[in-house]
């Protein structure tokens, strides 16, 4: 079955970095879009970023220029690099993919705060 499984987050400082990586399993990873969405404490779900297969990516506008999204399809991953993270970048961060109109992970706490 489909599976994620999402690590990397934690506790950092404003103006910090962080990379988050979601390791996929149960389907054909290369041959799909990936893409990480991220939900504030009473907040709708957003875009962070997205990936197709042949590697064009796009960006929530509150992230551009900041966050960069990657895959490595030899090891099933996918990462987001966070770089000048800002206190409102706080939330729990999901990857998203696969058949079927995609699966979600789990998820993994990002909080920005000093």
């Known amino acids: 079955q489909v599976q994620f499984v999402e690590s990397g987050g934690g506790l950092v400082q404003p103006g910090g970095s962080l990379r988050l990586s979601c390791v996929a399993s149960g389907f054909s990873f290369s041959i799909y879009p990936m893409g990480w969405y991220r939900q504030a404490p009473g907040k709708q779900r957003e875009l962070v970023g997205a990936i197709s297969s042949t590697d064009s990516t796009n960006y929530g506008d509150s992230v551009k220029g900041r966050f960069t999204i990657s895959r490595d399809n030899a090891k099933n991953t996918v990462y987001l690099q966070m770089n000048s993270l800002k206190p409102e970048d706080t939330a729990v961060y999901h990857c998203?993919?696969?058949?079927?109109?995609?699966?979600w992970g789990q998820g993994t706490q990002v909080t920005v705060s000093s």
């Open positions: 998203k993919g696969g058949p079927a109109g995609g699966y």
